[in-house]
């Protein structure tokens, strides 16, 4: 057994740095763009409770309306952290509809590799706004996200992104796992969740709107426009 999950162990790290080289990839992708001056700049981090561009990866002066340019910084996110963060708050309500849920390879590689802000997934038409990830508070988002929607969790729905300004959480299908332990991809309206505080899973089927087959096909898919 102890053989076994060393093997396993072995496996997932190797998945875990080729998935790491590939989110590093796809951002330098990402903000190779003409709108890349936009995208890499923001209100500066101003005081400890600001959601700013922490110190650290501000890459020039703060101009006179507070706004400044950032630059990209390598992640000292662990995987062990990000376990932490799931056992603490997805687990225990997931299991509660029968879901067994671990976090995506890919996407734990996203919170991972690189301190990054304003990511956007542009998928048919819609665009879907990935976590920030600051040096100071990287997972907080995520952590965030997680805590405000136990009821979605416990239905056996994930959340790890928001569609189109805040339109509304988009989720991981835990009842659909793919081959590569990644689920299918699905969001909520948040005017179809205001009603009720409870949710069973039988009503929030009927409020999810299909995206894609997976985080990585949504990825991938996003990377060829």
Known sequence: ???????????????????????????????DSPHRD???????????????????????????EGWVHWRMLDSAVTEEQIDE???????????????AFSVPPLYAAYLSTRYVLNVYLRYDGCTIALPN??????????????????????????????????????CWDAN???QERDYAVVWFDHESLLDEQQYSR?????????LCSSFRAMLMQSASK
């Open 85 to 99: 963060l799931a056992e603490a708050l997805i687990r225990p309500r997931s299991d509660a509809c029968g879901a």
């Open 38 to 64: 936009i995208l890499m700049s923001l209100p500066a981090k101003m005081n400890e409770d600001d959601a700013g561009v922490p110190v650290e990866m501000q890459d020039g002066e703060v101009d006179e």
């Open 176 to 178: 659909k796992p793919d």
């Open 1 to 31: 057994m102890e053989t076994r999950k060393a093997v396993n162990t072995l496996g997932d790290t190797q998945i875990l740095k080729e998935d790491r080289l590939y989110i590093q990839s796809w951002l330098d992708a990402y903000f």
């Open 202 to 210: 039988e009503k929030l089927e009927l409020h999810a709107q299909t």
């Open 133 to 170: 990830l600051p040096s100071d508070s990287p997972l907080e988002e995520i952590r965030k996200l997680w805590s405000a929607w136990p009821t979605l969790i416990e239905a056996g729905y994930i959340p790890f992104a928001s569609y189109e300004d805040g339109a509304g959480p988009v």
